[in-house]
């Protein structure tokens, strides 16, 4: 028994475990669930409806730059929440070279198989490592922007960006190779030193400036 005295089949007392009272009104009892007439004429609901309908034809619209193309309107900048992941890029030394080393611990940390790579000898003029990706591609359509990538990457080569726009029309495109990634990290280099993330993640928000500079 759930609660209260009793005996069970073996003739035993149970021990007394009261049971919370169900609060009134909690649950709707049987034969509770009449509609007033006012409520089964539906008009007064459906009025407010439209009403609130009607109030959003004034408001100005307001669209946030989510894919960076308005960079001119600072009121409309986009702001990420902190710790959004979007798609990758891969980062550049300062000689200039792609900063991947080869060593596929990101391909070996990445729990959805979404990245390929070849590894190369690198030229002889490459002084710092050994090897270099001579291909390295990642399917986002097949990524689960889990970061394990990045988490992984012992030379800090790869990054997730905060990229919002993420369409394509044709599945190939989201397969993004190493130029394709070398490139991101170029044009997202520039645009992420504009991020600022904000811990209530308001989008819209222009940012104060600190003296000097951002
Ligand atoms: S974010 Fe996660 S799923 Fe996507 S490539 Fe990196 S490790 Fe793989
Ligand atoms: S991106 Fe980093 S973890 Fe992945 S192969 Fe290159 S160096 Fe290794």
């Known amino acids: 028994m759930a609660g209260g005295h009793g005996h069970d089949s073996h003739g035993h007392a149970e021990t007394a ?16 669930t009449e509609m007033t007439w006012v409520e089964k004429l539906y008009l007064p609901e459906i009025m407010k409806g439209l009403g609130n309908t009607f109030t959003h034809l004034f408001h100005k619209t307001f669209t ?13 900048f986009h702001i990420p929440r902190e710790g959004y992941r979007g798609e990758h890029y891969l980062k550049k030394d300062e000689a200039g070279h792609v900063k991947c080393v080869a060593c596929f611990m990101c391909a070996a940390a990445c729990p959805a198989e979404c990245i390929h790579i ?17 291909r390295f591609e990642i399917d986002l359509l097949r990524c689960i922007y889990c970061g394990m990538c990045e988490e992984a990457c012992p030379v800090d080569a790869i990054a997730l960006s905060t990229t919002y726009n993420v369409v394509a029309d044709q599945r190939e495109a989201k397969v993004y190779n190493r130029e394709k990634l070398l490139h991101r990290g170029e044009e997202l280099g520039i645009s992420l030193t504009k991020h600022h993330y904000r811990p209530d993640g308001i989008p819209g928000h222009v940012p ?7």
């Open 17 to 32: 475990t009261a049971t919370p009272p169900i609060p009134e009104g909690a649950f709707l009892a049987p034969g509770n």
């Open 118 to 134: 070849e590894a190369e000898a690198v030229p002889a003029d490459w002084q710092d490592r050994e090897r270099y990706p001579k």
């Open 64 to 76: 946030v730059d989510y894919d960076g193309t308005q960079r001119d309107d600072p009121r409309k």
């Open 208 to 214: 104060e400036k600190k003296a000097g500079g951002h």
